[in-house]
């Protein structure tokens, strides 16, 4: 950010206020599902949807009392999905670019093409076809037919051999190895430590394509115990088509989930590194 | 989990030199071992339910005498059959055109709001240019099926704020969930969903340009919006590529939006996207083998669409480079 200004230059309104525009856009729908989850459900169509009201806490009440906590369990299994999954994903990407990066190997070339090939596989794309296989050893309607098929992460592997090749130093390595060090030593106590501020991006970006990946648990699961809150909310509104009493414990559950999502994302921002390399989009 | 430990090796230093260890133990066993995890786990996720999904697209479920009882359904080889009714399915080339012009729809206004955005972010004359990267950037962090929520609500004339000022001012707005304008609704979502991240792809690349070109541009008297167009479009025109390439792959691939937009309006079909097409062949129909056929479909169109347009780009953009 900070560039040295050589003159000083007028400020532009223009420009100022296309992104101002911009940023209004991209926080009205926020700023909406706060005010919405402040109304009751008679509130809700009778009023202003912009004006404010007093019923957020009986909101929350009302949604937590929802099947005996059924929300908080959803909050809990995505917590579980995106987390467990998002962590097991960065260390098992973190391990084999470390490996890609640092050893020299028989079929090395060979294994990456393929590796690489998997980023061009869309995960949505195998969502089905996961189905069908893990159904056939009878895993879905599972945790593990959720968890599972998200740790693979050919993206996360390439950006690690990327990081692990520029911050960890071969001489570090050979002198562990000398000291008399284990391989997998050397790598969770000294490779994963300097790799440490790349992994928390591809932490980031496997968190969110976890938590964004609608299909999988929607195709996967068929107990409502192990939905996850995108999936959770998807059906409620469902229910709302025919019930709109629904439709506050809708709003209030969106505004919940977003909470702690737009938290990590505003406290992590800085690790937010997109550059060319590291080209994702969310599904 | 299906984390393999990998054994530590009881390898010495001293009786080896550090520098090249030759034996397969070092070579081959410990990078494999290492690797473990990540092969398994793709060859488990990834390559076998491909294979598995191709094997099922040329079979085809049988029934023999009155169709009841388990022994009665029998599996054969189909051929090319799946493949010939996926194709030939009306409702499959409807839902693939619908998603090409919501693919035209969205993704130049998203990729020019995108490019933009990230020029302005990069103009030494904007002000609160921090602000607004963060707000853009922020429904980046709000998952596609709560983003169509919120959107949904607001397109539903009776909670929408939009509605309530059209109606006071006494305007007749037809809903954007009519038939007629739900791919707007929905390319809507996904523009509000995108528009930061690929703004912050671009942006990170204009960051990555030395400045000293443009002070040299800008003592030659050259323009803000001439610097832009002359020397910042071209020099991140790779990121553009890429950010367009994804987008694209992601378009062929909606689902979430139009699966969770279903409960609010008629006007959108079980098979409105392909994808949406394979879901309901394969858990309402109960028809596996045609799912496995246009899923497939799909995955090569994807392949085919990237490959022809990285082509395509290449010889354009990068001209003699290759």
Known sequence: MAKTRVFRQKPSYVSTSILLIGAAYCLFPVFWVVMAASKDSSELFSTFTLMPSTHLWDNIVELSAYRDGLYWRWVLNTALYAGIGALSSTWVSAISGYVMAKFAFPGKGKVFAVLLMGVLVPGVILAIPQYFLLALVGLTNTYWSVLLPQIISPYGIYLARIYAAAAVPNDVIEAARTEGAGELYVFNRIALPMMAPGLVTIFLFQFVAVWNNFMLPYIMLGNDALYPVTVGLSGLLNQGATAPAMYTLVITGALLSIIPLVVLFLVLQRYWKVDLAAGAVKA | MTVIEAPKPVVRAEYRPAARRSNFRQRVLVPYLMLAPG??????????????????????????????????????????????????????????????????????????????????????????????????????????????????????????????????????????????????????????????????????SLKAVPTDIYEAAKLDGCSEVQIAWRIKIPIITPAIVMTALFSMVATLQVFSEPTTLRPLTNSLSTSWSPLMLVYRDAFTRDDIYSAAATSIVIALVTFAISFLFLRVVQKRAFGQED
């Open chain 2, 39 to 204: 092969i398994i786990l793709f060859v488990l996720f990834m390559a076998a339910p491909i294979i598995y999904t191709l094997f099922l697209s040329f079979q085809k479920s049988q029934v023999s005498g009155l169709g009841l009882g388990s022994g009665s359904r029998t599996t054969t080889f189909a051929g090319l059959d799946n493949y010939i009714a996926s194709l030939s399915n009306p409702e499959f080339a409807a839902s693939a055109g619908r998603v090409l012009l919501y693919g035209v729809i969205l993704i130049p206004v998203m990729l020019g709001l995108a490019l933009l955005f990230a020029l302005l972010l990069d103009s030494r004359r904007t002000r609160g240019s921090n602000f607004s990267r963060t707000a853009i950037f922020l429904p980046y962090a709000v998952p596609a099926v709560i983003s169509s929520l919120l959107w949904g609500f607001l397109y539903l004339p009776a909670v929408s704020p939009f509605y309530f000022v059209f109606d006071k001012l006494g305007w007749d707005v037809p809903s954007l969930l009519a038939s007629s304008a739900v791919i707007f609704a929905i390319s809507n979502i996904a523009l509000w969903g995108g528009v930061g991240f690929n703004m912050i792809v671009i942006y990170t």
